[in-house]
Structures are given as C-alpha cells and as structure tokens.
C-alpha cells in the first residue's frame, strides 16, 4: 500500500515539474491598428500576417502564418504569433539558436487579403526563450553537463 501511494506521489511531483517547465510556444503581439491614412480602425476585424525572416528584414521566411482579429474602441488589438494559421513553415520548427531573426507585420483594413507591408523588426531576447527548451547543455570547460544541472563560476553562475 505504502508503494502504491509513493508511486503516486513520483508521478503527480513529476507531473509538475514537467508542466511548469514548458516554455508557451508563442510570441504575444499587440498594436493599434490605422488606415493608410492614419483613421483608427476601432472596433472592425482585420486580418493579420506575420512572417518571420532569416538574418535579414528581407531574408528567407522561416514562418508564416495569417490570423484574424477584432480590435476594441481604441483600435488596439492582440494576437499570439505561433497559433494563426500557418502558410509556410512551422512555428515549433523555427531554428531560434542560428542567425538573427526579423518579424513582418502585414494588414489588411478590410478583413481580407490585400495586406499593406507595415514594416519588419529584428526579434530581441525574449523569443529566444523558447530556443532555451532545447538548447542542451553549458559548461565553463565547454565539455557539458547534464540536463537541469547549473554550474557555478567564480562571478556567482
């Protein structure tokens, strides 16, 4: 009886710990949303692409998707990058840990396809947290350690 309750103890301590230790596979987005003319487009569903790029704000597409979204009275809207619906690419396939990476926003006022450039940002440190899920092993002598072991060095990590 005592096994059985420890068993059960391991897995649900282990349930945990693996749960908590997933990074979301997604990148929150948010903007206000104008016409070429500066209007607000307040309250009106718009559609969205995004598409990341390799090393370059015109590099090779890496990802893509399309989503579409309702803005509020302030014409503000959000979407998470990764959970659109994907034109090229996988969002969970993205190579985070080579090359620099630049995100382009395109819209379309009218809820369809005729999407206006916006423009394309290099992406900064925190989507590269998700590379960190998978970036294996470090070391100050270089030869690795085993996962979830943090070494420290004489600066404190």
């Not at 596979?25 to 206000?32: E, G, K, L």
């Not at 969205?48 to 090393?55: E, M, Y």
Request: charged share 5%; glycine share 8%; no cysteine.
């Amino acid at each position: 009886m005592i096994n059985k309750i420890l068993l059960v103890l391991l897995l649900a301590v282990s349930a945990v710990f693996h749960a908590s230790a997933q990074a979301p596979q997604s990148i929150p987005y948010q903007a206000v949303a104008r016409d070429t003319s500066g209007t607000l487009l307040a309250s009106r569903p718009i559609s969205l692409r995004f598409t990341i790029h390799d090393t370059t704000s015109t590099g090779a597409t890496v990802y893509q998707e399309t989503q579409t979204v309702t803005t509020n009275v302030l014409a503000t809207f959000t979407a998470n990058i990764g959970t659109g619906t994907a034109v090229a690419g996988t969002f969970s396939g993205i190579n985070w840990g080579v090359n620099a990476k630049y995100l382009q926003v395109e819209l379309d006022p009218l809820g369809g396809t005729a999407y206006i450039n916006m423009g394309a940002q290099q992406l900064l440190s925190v989507p590269y947290a998700i590379y960190s899920n998978s970036s294996g092993t470090t070391s100050s002598s270089g030869t690795g350690s085993s996962p979830n072991t943090l070494l420290y060095t004489s600066d404190g990590f």
